[in-house]
Each structure stands twice: as structure tokens, then as C-alpha cells.
């Protein structure tokens, strides 16, 4: 199988497209969702761009296994930390003792789970180009 890190890429800017969309309808859950994704999808496309598998879902961890040449920012596993919290409690409403996750999401946690994804991107399209 050869080397997809394009289509991981290109999924990962969609993701980040539909966090944007998301946010715009008001579904800040599923934009802070989203917006992991994309971060995700755009760390698996430079780990594929290096010729390396990345597998799981913590965006943390995925930061962290990087070849040591490739250090991110401190302030890159920040943001990967936000947006790890994103992943399950978005989705599932036994997250929270009652209440669905559409009732604990507002716009400025989607906002900011964006532009934490847009640095992952930025930081992962360096990286790849």
C-alpha cells in the first residue's frame, strides 16, 4: 500500500472545515469533536508523510512519538491536551451525570478547540511541505 499522508490530509482540513460549519450552527459539540479530528487526522498524515504508522486517538501521545527531530512547541501540546478532552464527551451523554453534550458545549470552547487545531495544522503542513 503506498504512502496516503495526502488523503489524511485532505481529511483533516474537511474536518476542520466541518468544525467551522458546526460552530457557524451552533453544534458546538460536534465542532470541538471536529475540530480533534482534524488535529488527529493532520498528525497521522505527517507521521504517513514520514513513512511511519500512528495509531490511536490521544493526540498527546501522537505528539509525543515524533521523531525527536520533529519537536512541536510547548504550547502545541497544550493544545493537543484541550483538545484530547474533546474526544469522547462530545459524543456520549454518559459523560456527564445528566444531560446530553449538546447542553455543556458553547461557542467559545468551540472557537478556541479550533484555533488549537488550526495550529496543529499549520504546525503539521511545515512539517509535510
Not at 485532505?10 to 458546538?28: I, K, P, T, V
Not at 513513512?51 to 486517538?57: I, T, V
Request: aromatic letters at 12%.
Amino acid at each position: 500500500m503506498g504512502n496516503r499522508y495526502k488523503d489524511w490530509w485532505r481529511q483533516a482540513e474537511a474536518d476542520l472545515r466541518h468544525a467551522r460549519n458546526a460552530l457557524a450552527d451552533g453544534d458546538y459539540e460536534w465542532s470541538c469533536f471536529a475540530a480533534q479530528q482534524a488535529a488527529e487526522k493532520a498528525i497521522k498524515a505527517l507521521f504517513q508523510k514520514l513513512g511511519m504508522d500512528a495509531w490511536g486517538h490521544t493526540l498527546t501521545v501522537l505528539i509525543g512519538n515524533l521523531p525527536s527531530t520533529i519537536q512541536p512547541p510547548t504550547e502545541l501540546i497544550d493544545y493537543a491536551r484541550i483538545l484530547d478532552k474533546h474526544y469522547i464527551p462530545t459524543r456520549h451523554p454518559n459523560g456527564f451525570d445528566s444531560g446530553a453534550p449538546t447542553d455543556f458545549y458553547t461557542s467559545m470552547e468551540a472557537q478556541y478547540a479550533i484555533q488549537c487545531a488550526e495550529s496543529i495544522l499549520e504546525f503539521c503542513r511545515h512539517q509535510i511541505d
